[in-house]
């Protein structure tokens, strides 16, 4: 498998430029492809399969109760109404240069380019005794602002661009999912909108269903 394309400067909130992302990418498969093949001339190679659609990062998010900033997942700040712990590493993929970014909660930064030079290592903080192995996402950050009913259960959560980076995998988002399916189910039973759950009561019932609640 090779996770090797890359379309730069576009809002794939737009359907132009979701259409010219999707060409861009194709492009490139069929590029690679052509390398790969040069420089393996005595194997048959072929392509068996991709996705059906461009992966796209991000576009939107939606305002919610609570903005997770970077800050708090950089420095693992904790919630009282938490309910879900990451530890994927924040990499923030850049439009204006090469390569990403991969921040660490031990306070290392380290640039790793793709254009064949050497990666870039530093301190994005200065170094500490001991340091955070985890950042956390609270409820209040995916239940949108002026809605009774409605929560988000994935990558549309309220977090900074950094923050994001990390929180997006899927491991996180199967726990927002869980998160927003129990909070669901408490405002059905004590016939009051989402935002008005006591966030303990969701800790509590997720911890039930084997959740890590710290």
Known sequence: MIAGTRVFNVNCANAD???????????????????????NPDQKLRLVGLPSVIGIRETRHIKCLYQVSDEDAMYGKRFNDAIANG??????????????????????????RSDFQPSEKKRWREETVTNPTFYQ???????????ENLMVAGRMLDAGMIAFSGIRVMVNMNQLGEAAGVTSY????QNKPVHKVDATEVRDELAKGGSIII
């Open 17 to 39: 430029e979701l259409t010219k992302a999707e060409i861009e990418g194709r492009r490139q498969i069929r590029a690679i492809m052509d390398m790969i093949r040069k420089y």
């Open 87 to 112: 530890s994927y590493r924040l990499d923030l993929h850049h439009q204006d240069k090469p390569g990403l970014t991969f921040y660490y909660l031990d306070g290392t930064e380290i640039y790793s």
């Open 137 to 147: 996402v609270p409820l209040r950050s995916i239940i949108p602002q002026g809605s």
């Open 186 to 189: 408490l405002a059905l039973n």
